[in-house]
């Protein structure tokens, strides 16, 4: 006879799980004593499993629960477990000593048995790669669908304010006047003067390769003038502006405030997001125009200092280069690009749900479609200009 005790920790005035084996008569006879409770389990969990492994010489075994105390389902399961693993393995089981508590526990135990492991399926990994392009084909369609009926409800808002220009918020509109474009004026100067200063730079070292340096001024004022003053302006504003649009309408959408604007009878729309179209509209077009000077200025001080050519010789030859459509395709741009941006921050705004988590969620979401639409926008008229011979 072989007789084994493993103790378990469990709570204090609780008698310790244990297990007593008994190998001599051919048969295996298992004897549960103290709680078998899911306090206590664990050590008695790896000595049932040991049972298993070791596989009995005998062919029977017998697993007694009279003297066991507290059984709780994790017991319960513990046990079910062993017994079933014996008998896969051709050993008959029984199981001894319960009462009617226990044999209830037990059919409780039976109707949840243990689960099987989830195989994960494998994939086609084509089917796979076409399941994420549709859903994401379909996410763009929803969006761009969400974003044509608030581009509607914005239309509708500007009918009203023709219609009655006593429902424009004066007070709030050059507030984002001065908060979108001249709060914006000293960061625009600077990096379009940087910009243009490089692009003269890195056009004078390789135009001059060719001995065609002069043609330089050439290059700042058409490439300033029809794209990058407007895009680069476009992107700033959408970095900031947008984003101040999109944090401002979230936190008050999360404050409930628009919810307390329409118990009051007022529009959000009128309150909220025109005023800061219609300021955006005003603004972008003269922070390109000043981003436009301020990237030829960039761009004469690097053709003053390397090309050796005086301020009189910069101002001939940049009228020579460029004519108004080359100042004017830029300008075009502008407000569409005002819209574009001022509609995707505020509807990001609008979309945001209760958490302060929404809200960053979706400035940078806004900031990110807003420059992805700018880039759209600005390829698709510089085709269009180019269509038509402008």
């Known amino acids: 006879m072989q007789r084994m005790r493993t103790p378990a920790q469990t709570e204090a005035g609780n008698a310790p799980a244990s297990l007593e084996i008994d190998r001599s008569g051919g048969t295996l006879r298992v004897t549960a004593h103290g709680d078998w409770t899911v306090r206590s389990v664990m050590a008695i969990d790896q000595r ?8 009995p010489t005998s062919r029977e075994v017998v697993l007694d629960i009279t003297d066991a105390g507290r059984l709780d389902t994790a017991g319960a399961w513990i046990l079910r477990r062993t017994l079933e693993e014996f008998e896969l393995h051709g050993v008959a089981c029984t199981l001894t000593g319960m009462d009617e508590d226990e044999k209830t ?47 509607g409800a914005v239309c509708l808002a500007l009918v009203r304010l023709i219609w009655q220009p006593r429902r424009l918020r004066l007070i709030p509109l050059i507030h984002h006047i001065e908060r979108s474009g001249l709060d914006a004026v000293p960061l625009i100067c600077l990096l379009t003067g940087l910009i243009g200063a490089v692009v003269a730079q890195q056009g004078a070292v390789q135009l001059r390769q060719f001995g065609a340096d002069v043609f330089t001024v050439n290059l700042v004022a058409i490439i300033f003038l029809r794209e990058v003053g407007i895009l680069l302006t476009a992107i700033i504003v959408a970095g900031r502006s947008g984003s101040a649009f999109t944090a401002e309408i979230g936190s008050m959408k999360m404050r409930e405030e628009i919810d307390a604007m329409r118990t009051l009878g007022l529009d959000p729309m009128d309150m909220l997001v025109v005023p800061r179209v219609l300021a955006l509209v005003i603004t972008l077009p003269l922070l390109t125009f000043l981003a436009d000077i301020t990237g030829l200025i960039g761009g ?82 510089a085709m269009f200009f180019t269509a038509i011979g402008v």
């Open 48 to 55: 049932m499993r040991m049972l298993v492994s070791e596989m």
């Open 300 to 381: 004469g001080v690097v053709a003053v200092t390397m090309l050796n050519m005086s301020p009189e010789s910069y101002l001939v030859r940049l009228q020579e280069a460029s004519d108004f459509w080359t100042f004017g395709v830029g300008l075009v741009k502008a407000p569409f690009m005002a819209i574009a941006i001022a509609l995707i921050g505020c509807r990001a705004g609008m979309e945001v749900t209760g958490s302060a988590e929404s809200v960053g969620t979706q400035t940078t979401r806004s900031v990110v479609q807003s420059i992805f639409v700018v880039i759209i926008l600005d390829a698709f008229f």
């Open 105 to 151: 526990l037990f059919e409780k135990v039976d109707i949840c048995p243990i689960p099987e492991p989830e195989i994960e399926a494998r994939v086609n990994p084509f089917i796979y790669i076409a399941g994420r392009t549709g859903d994401g084909l379909m996410a763009v369609m929803g969006e761009g669908l969400r974003g044509i009926d608030f581009f």
